[in-house]
């Protein structure tokens, strides 16, 4: 119940290409989706995030869909560059919990 | 945004011995902090959440007697590694949020220990 499944675990995408990263989540009553991005040795950075009444927000490159029915939030990542190469983490949680249940990650790496 | 800082960024210590790390929010009171940790090409996992005032809420299968934590202002949190082992090394980090309601997590730059 308070999984979130994030896949591909690993992904190559050339530069300005589109990279796309799943996550699936079981427990209904969480209502908070972030996506973090963490370069190697740093903490975990905000990207971007949703809540369930919409289906899409966009900042920037930086988009992510969300599809209640389903239970999944992707994250898209337009004209992808070098410089966006790290690890990317979704998340979840409940409103006022404050406690983020993460996804197991996904390595990406931009090639030049 | 918010500022979360933690120290030491790297620690090496001795097997046996105690090591203690801070977590502060810099530019806003936080009631509640999350200690995590995180191994190598692995994700995050929540250790504890520490609260102002009172004891820390410990996750299941982390032993509150070896990572102790104090939250002894709004703005500091301590996690100390009690005892370490070399299985103890690891990257471990804070968050904590300003709002009463969750909106954001703003994370430290991380700790690694490695003990030796």
């Known amino acids: 119940q308070q999984q979130v499944k994030q896949s591909p675990q690993s992904l190559i995408v050339q530069k300005g290409g589109i990279s796309i990263i799943n996550c699936a989540y079981e427990n209904t009553a969480f209502d908070y989706f972030p996506w973090y991005q963490q370069f190697p040795g740093k903490g975990p950075a905000l990207l971007i995030a949703?809540?369930?009444?919409?289906s899409e927000k966009k900042e920037g490159r930086f988009t992510i869909s969300f599809n209640k029915s389903a239970k999944q939030f992707s994250l898209h990542i337009m004209d992808s560059q070098p410089g966006d190469s790290a690890t990317y983490f979704c998340?979840?949680?409940?409103?006022?919990?404050?406690?983020?249940?993460f996804g197991q990650g996904t390595r990406l790496t931009i090639n030049p | 945004g918010a500022v979360v800082s933690q120290h030491p960024s790297w620690v090496i210590c001795k097997s046996g011995t105690s090591v203690k790390i801070e977590c502060r929010s810099l530019d806003f009171q936080a009631t509640t902090m999350f200690w995590y940790r995180q191994f190598p090409k692995q994700s995050l996992m929540l250790m504890a959440t520490?609260?102002?005032?009172?004891?820390?809420?410990?996750e299941q299968g982390v032993e509150k007697d070896k990572f102790l934590i104090n939250h002894a202002s709004l703005t500091l949190s301590t996690l100390t590694v009690t005892s370490a082992h070399p299985e103890d090394s690891s990257f471990y980090i804070c968050?904590?949020?300003?709002?009463?309601?969750?909106?954001?997590?703003?994370f430290g730059q991380g700790t690694r220990l490695t003990v030796v």
């Open positions: 998340a979840a949680s409940k409103e006022g919990a404050q406690k983020l249940v």
């Open positions: 949703i809540r369930p009444d919409v």
């Open positions: 520490s609260n102002e005032g009172s004891k820390a809420t410990y």
């Open positions: 968050s904590a949020s300003p709002g009463r309601q969750f909106t954001e997590a703003f």
